[in-house]
């Protein structure tokens, strides 16, 4: 499967698209979800072309896999939703189909604020 350089995300990178951002550093984006799930519900994507996480666990330099990982720590403490500061949150990745991913551009879902429920329906 090739990267599709028209998806929404890559729109939003390549700024044709707007986003609230939350976060920003070489590597990695975060904005608030348009159409949140949760109280807080913000996605973190890497700045490279990525499909996946298998995708991006494959291909990324160990740099870009540092520097995501990192910054979903980063951004769930800027949000005050981690167990440092807040009350917790869910970070979630779905990867293909049978997961439901519809942006072909590797995101975690961060969602806090408010219990967050069931794992999976
Ligand atoms: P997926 O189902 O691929 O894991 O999640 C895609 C997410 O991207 C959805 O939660 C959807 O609301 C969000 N989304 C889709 N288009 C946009 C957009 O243009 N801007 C923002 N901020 N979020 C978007």
Known sequence: ????NNNVFAKILRGEIPCKKVYEDNHVLSFYD????KKIHVLVIPKGKYINLDDFNENASDEEIV???KAIS????K??????NGEGYRALANI??????EVPHLHFHLF???KIGKMVE
């Open 1 to 4: 499967m090739q990267y599709d």
């Open 34 to 37: 348009v159409n949140p799930q």
């Open 67 to 69: 520097a995501l990982s």
């Open 74 to 77: 980063h951004i769930a403490k």
């Open 79 to 84: 949000l005050s939703i981690s167990i440092k």
């Open 96 to 101: 293909g189909v049978n997961a439901g991913q």
């Open 112 to 114: 806090g604020g408010e």
